[in-house]
């Protein structure tokens, strides 16, 4: 039996897997956002906390994937679910490239801009919601889509700890030694963040393009 | 003692007034012990040097900056007891190349202060057509980005802008710096025809000497952080002082036209 031979005939196990993989990567990087976008803001504001929030971030990035699911399992609160638990660690993972990225991108708003704003009288919040959001926001664009990039490819790890997703077909075809398995995992998880990479970078071309507009 | 006879519209009310006002950044004086004031309706023109502490005195006006000892005071206000937000609104801002929002249109640039202020639509819509009037430029540009003007247009936006709520004072900071000549030379003298008709209290920064002899009522010339002199501008080039002279010396030798047509005549 060949590689689409098996995906026509587990044709239904492998949508309800890639639904259910989109759903973990979707709402890892959608918690990453809620949390990662406002953090950056956070430290573009208070100067002394960017060190130990972009620290912490990247030794959270640090932690092999596989450890922070073997880590976060004992939780009680949590490890009832592996579901819940694997969005949390991806929603981890996700949180360097938003916070990183938001930053970065409010920091690279022209000074000069800044001020004129600021000069004209703009409150602090009107100068961030009108103008270094904005113009931020194609950077910012660039770190939802790393994180949500890397949560597609992490997401298949997360199949370890029964958070289920296309990481069931890989660790099947594994115990099985079969590649065609391993394949109608693999396959789909890497269009899926071919997708999705494509798709972002549009989105995060035509807000870098709203900076300069010509 | 007052300056050229064509500002007949001045008062002795000071709008700003610097008093023994200091800024030290790092312990590093930006700018020492400035006495000096302005009156209202009288354009002053702040010549000197890149690092003489001509920008650091302008951002002490609105409240960019604090002085770190004497103090500044806006309206006979000091600027520390005055709520930021309201003297910055009261204050227009130029600065080189315009500082415009680049995500904004030329429409949506000049009509920030008024929709921040929360003006009413109609009013706004009009305030921006009066003003492209007033700065010469054409309806057309108003759905352009900055990115799609020239350098010149993007200059008399910002010029807009900045009078847009119709602030009492209007600050620029080399506002001209960023023109070819041609077109300097013209925004200097529209910048004059305006000022001569809005009586507004005007500090302007440049370190061109003639810019600041066409545009000056009074010149206060600045280096490294210090007042050199406060002169009104008919009599500065007459001062004895050797910093002026090399100023008026650097400037002449420049070739200026008036000159070399009475040199090519002898």
Redesign the interface.
Do not use: Y
């Given at each position: 039996m060949n590689f689409l031979q098996f995906m026509m005939t587990n044709r239904q196990q492998v949508l309800d897997l890639t639904l259910e993989h989109i759903t973990l990567a979707g709402v890892a990087t959608l918690l990453a956002s809620l949390v990662g976008i406002p953090l950056g803001i956070l430290i573009t504001r208070v100067p002394q906390l960017s060190k130990p929030v972009l620290g912490g971030a990247n030794i959270i990035q640090t932690i092999p994937s596989l450890a922070l699911f073997g880590f976060l399992l004992p939780a009680p609160w949590i490890g009832a679910r592996g579901g819940r638990l694997a969005i949390l660690a991806l929603a981890l993972y996700g949180l360097l490239p938003l916070i990183r990225n938001t930053y970065a991108g409010i920091q690279g708003v022209d000074p000069?801009?800044v001020?004129?704003?600021?000069?004209?009288?703009?409150?602090d919040r009107?100068l961030l919601l009108?103008?270094e959001l904005?113009?931020a926001s194609g950077v910012i664009v660039a770190g939802v889509r790393i994180a949500a990039v890397l949560s597609i490819g992490l997401a298949t790890i997360a199949a370890a700890i029964g958070a289920g997703g296309l990481g069931e077909f890989i660790f099947r075809g594994l115990a099985m030694v079969n590649n065609q398995v391993i394949l109608a995992g693999a396959i789909p998880a890497a269009l899926l963040a071919l997708l999705v990479d494509f798709l972002l970078g549009r989105l995060e071309r035509r807000l870098g393009t709203?900076?300069?507009?010509? | 003692m007052t300056a050229s006879p064509s500002r007949v519209s001045e008062t002795e009310e000071p709008a700003i007034e610097f008093d023994h006002a200091s800024f030290h950044i790092n312990g590093r004086p930006l700018l020492q012990d400035l006495v000096l004031s302005v009156k209202q309706g009288e354009t002053l023109v702040l010549l000197g040097r890149s690092g003489s502490g001509k920008t650091t005195t302008l951002k002490l006006i609105n409240r960019l900056l604090l002085p770190t000892s004497g103090e500044v005071r806006v309206n006979r206000k000091r600027t520390s007891e005055w709520d930021a937000i309201r003297l910055r609104r009261s204050i227009g801002y130029v600065i080189q190349d315009g500082g415009l929002f680049p995500h904004f249109t030329v429409e949506r640039n000049i009509a920030i202060v008024p929709r921040i202020e929360k003006w009413p639509q109609p009013q706004i819509d009009a305030r921006v057509r009066e003003l492209l009037v007033t700065v010469g430029l054409s309806e057309d540009l108003l759905s352009r980005y900055p990115s799609q003007l020239s350098g010149g247009q993007r200059q008399r936006v910002g010029v807009a802008r900045a009078l847009a709520a119709d602030p009492p004072i209007l600050i620029l900071d080399e506002a001209f710096g960023a023109l070819d000549p041609i077109t300097r030379s013209e925004m200097q003298k529209e910048f004059r025809e305006l000022q001569q008709r809005m009586k507004k209290t005007v500090i302007f920064v440049t370190h061109d000497l003639r810019e600041g002899l066409l545009l000056a009522d009074r010149i206060a010339l600045m280096e490294e952080g210090k007042l050199v002199v406060d002169l009104p501008a008919h009599e500065f080039a007459r001062s004895g002082d050797p910093l002026v002279r090399a100023y008026v010396e650097a400037f002449s030798a420049l070739p200026d036209p008036n000159q070399s047509e009475r040199e090519v005549s002898r």
């Open positions: 000069a801009i001020e004129a704003g600021r000069a004209m009288g703009l409150t009107q009108q103008v904005p113009l709203l900076r300069l507009k010509t | -």
